[in-house]
């Protein structure tokens, strides 16, 4: 009498930790796609998500939808960082061998894990240790690189990150967003948590920068992990067309670059000249915003003067 036999060990336990507000669609999309991906890979999958009170149903959507995927309910004051904090907190409570940080508007193609874990793997033979590994995505409609890991060009602009990426090897990184990114559990277990004083932003390129502290290496995977299209820059602080007064304020906002957060960033790794590090962001927007009221004045006087 033939027996069915038995599946096969998964390769691998990981648990995702996501944070959402108000894209059901996308995050659905979001999780059948990282479903797939776990598939294709073999791996024991489990996932943490908290909602920080999405109006628009999301909770109840991935509920129905996933009711494998452990659902956090927030009260609508956590932002990306401290909703990641609070998931990886869960996470961080279990055993895994890897911990996949992912942005709910993420696409994952379905080779995704397989090309992280597999390279995972090779680096770990390689460096002897093991490695944080950082998935490029690119935009949906442009096809462009959009997120993944950067390096300094300037040493005196350490904070001035610039995409790096190859399709041939994995590449060296120094900071990295959160996006797509897999921390095998000794990496984790040493560094910890997100931190939460960052209240928004900044607290992925922190954790990074901790992660080398360490000793432990960044890469930027050969391949792209996914879809995710770049945040327009429009109605932001980078927004050179607002009034000066509406920039000041959007700069200093949750989503902007906020001071409490930045101070804590900038001396953290900002080394001796952190005070400049602090300065220059704000000082830009200003010296920007009055060199625009200067030129939109003599742009007044001249059509006067050609009027008079």
């Keep these: 009498m033939l027996e069915m036999p038995l599946p096969s060990p998964p390769r691998a336990r990981i648990i995702a930790v996501l944070t959402c507000f108000n894209r059901r669609q996308l ?41 494998w995927v452990e659902v956090i309910d927030g009260q609508g004051d956590l932002y990306w960082n401290r909703g990641m904090h609070q998931g990886f907190a ?25 090309m992280l874990l597999d390279q995972s793997d090779a680096l770990r033979r390689r460096e002897g240790n093991p490695v944080v590994m950082v998935g490029a995505t690119v935009g949906r ?40 990114v897999l921390i095998p559990r000794e990496i984790a277990s040493k560094v910890g948590n997100l931190d939460p004083t960052f209240e928004h932003a900044m607290g992925d390129t922190d954790y990074g920068l901790r992660v ?12 792209i992990v996914g879809h995710c299209s770049v945040n327009p820059t429009g109605g ?18 949750r989503k902007g670059l906020p001071v409490r957060s930045w101070l804590h960033f900038t001396r953290r790794h900002g080394g001796v000249l952190w005070p400049l590090h602090f300065a220059w962001p704000y000082a830009r927007v200003l010296l ?19 009027s008079a």
């Design 27 to 67: 995050t659905l999309a979001c999780l059948d796609a990282l479903a797939e991906s776990s598939r294709v890979a073999a791996v024991d999958l489990s996932v943490v998500l908290v909602d920080d009170a999405s109006t628009d149903g999301t909770a109840a959507a991935v509920r129905a939808r996933f009711p």
């Design 90 to 114: 869960r996470a961080l409570g279990r055993d895994a061998d890897h911990y996949l940080w992912l942005n709910d508007d993420t696409h994952l193609v379905p080779a995704a894990l397989s």
């Design 141 to 180: 409609d442009s096809g462009k690189l959009s997120y993944g890991g950067r390096v300094a060009r300037d040493r005196l602009r350490r904070f001035n990150y610039t995409l790096v990426w190859s399709e041939r090897e994995p590449v060296p990184c120094q900071a990295m967003e959160g996006n797509c």
């Design 212 to 223: 080398l502290a360490t000793g432990y290496k960044l890469y930027v995977a050969q391949g």
């Design 236 to 253: 932001t602080y980078f927004d050179s067309s607002l009034p000066l007064a509406r920039r000041w304020k959007l700069i200093r906002s």
């Design 288 to 306: 920007s915003g009055i060199g625009g009221v200067i030129r939109r004045r003599h742009s007044n006087d001249a059509r006067v003067s050609r």
